[in-house]
C-alpha cells in the first residue's frame, strides 16, 4: 500500500464518475459522537445528471442534499443545492419531451416559475459548478468535498445553520458489496456499489469525534 494518500487501485476500488451513465449518486449516512457522548446524525447524498446523450461537462448536473439530525434536542436541519444545469432543465429545450402523466401546461406553469424565480424553497441555486476528477476520486463543491484515500474516504461539509466545519475519515472494516446491472433483466437497472460496515473519525466544530457510516454509490442509464 502506497505511504501517500490518494487512491491506490491494489488495495482500494474506486468510486470514480461513471459519465457514460445517465444518472449517478454517491450516499453517506453516519453518527458521530464526542468524548461527552453529544451525538449526531447525518446523510450526504450527491447526485449527477447527465441531461443530454453526450459526456460534455456542460451536460452534467448536480444536485447536493445534506441532512444532520440532533438526537437530544430533536432537531433537524438540512440543507439543498442545484447547480445552474440542473436549473436548466425547466428551458423549453427539456420540457417540450415532457411524457410523464401530468398535464403538459402544469409542467410548463411551473418550469417558467423556476426560471423566473429558481427553484423553491429550500432549495438553493449555486453560482458556482462541481469540481470532479477521477485520479483519485474527489469532488469539491464550494464547502462541501467528498475524496477517496488509500483507505477509504475523507468528507468536509459546514453544518446547516449551525455554520461549524464538519471533517471526517471515513474507513470500512468488511469487503465492498457490488451487485452489477449486467445481472438485472431489467433495462433501467443500476449498478450498486456498498460498504455497509465503516468506522468514522473525525472532528465536529473543532472538536475529535467517533463513530460509524454507510456509503452507497450507484449509476445506471435510467429508461
Known amino acids: ?24 449518486w ?10 461527552s457522548k453529544e451525538g ?12 443530454a446523450n453526450d459526456t460534455s461537462d456542460s451536460d452534467h ?30 428551458t423549453p429545450k427539456y420540457t417540450g419531451k415532457w411524457q410523464g402523466n401530468l398535464d403538459r401546461l402544469i409542467v410548463e406553469t411551473y418550469a417558467d416559475e423556476v ?11 449555486a453560482d458556482t459548478s462541481v469540481a470532479a476528477s477521477t485520479d ?19 468528507i468536509n461539509y459546514m453544518e446547516p445553520d449551525r455554520g461549524c466545519n464538519c471533517r471526517f475519515h471515513i474507513k470500512p472494516l468488511r469487503p465492498r458489496i457490488v ?10 437497472a443500476m449498478t450498486y456499489a456498498s460498504y ?8 465536529a466544530a473543532g472538536e475529535e469525534v467517533t463513530g460509524c457510516a454507510w456509503f452507497d454509490h450507484q449509476w445506471g442509464s435510467v429508461k
Not at 505511504?3 to 487501485?9: A, I, Q, R, T
Not at 451487485?179 to 433501467?188: L, N, V
Request: hydrophobic content about 35%; proline content about 6%.
Open 1 to 24: 500500500m502506497s505511504d501517500s494518500l490518494g487512491f491506490d487501485d491494489r488495495s482500494f476500488s474506486s468510486e470514480c464518475p461513471h459519465e457514460t451513465d445517465a444518472l449517478e
Open 26 to 35: 454517491w450516499f453517506l449516512h453516519g453518527y458521530y459522537e464526542n468524548a
Open 40 to 51: 449526531r446524525y447525518f446523510m450526504a447524498s450527491v447526485f449527477r445528471s447527465r441531461v
Open 61 to 90: 448536473g448536480w444536485f447536493l442534499l445534506l441532512s444532520v439530525l440532533n438526537p437530544t434536542l430533536s432537531q433537524h436541519r438540512f440543507h439543498s443545492r442545484i447547480d445552474r444545469v440542473i436549473r436548466n432543465l425547466a
Open 115 to 125: 426560471l423566473k424565480y429558481g427553484p423553491p424553497v429550500p432549495i438553493r441555486l
Open 136 to 154: 483519485p476520486f474527489r469532488i469539491v463543491w464550494d464547502d462541501f468535498s467528498l475524496h477517496q484515500l488509500e483507505d477509504g474516504f475523507q
Open 179 to 188: 451487485i452489477d446491472q449486467t445481472e438485472s433483466p431489467r433495462a433501467d
Open 196 to 203: 455497509p460496515t465503516m468506522e468514522l473519525r473525525g472532528d
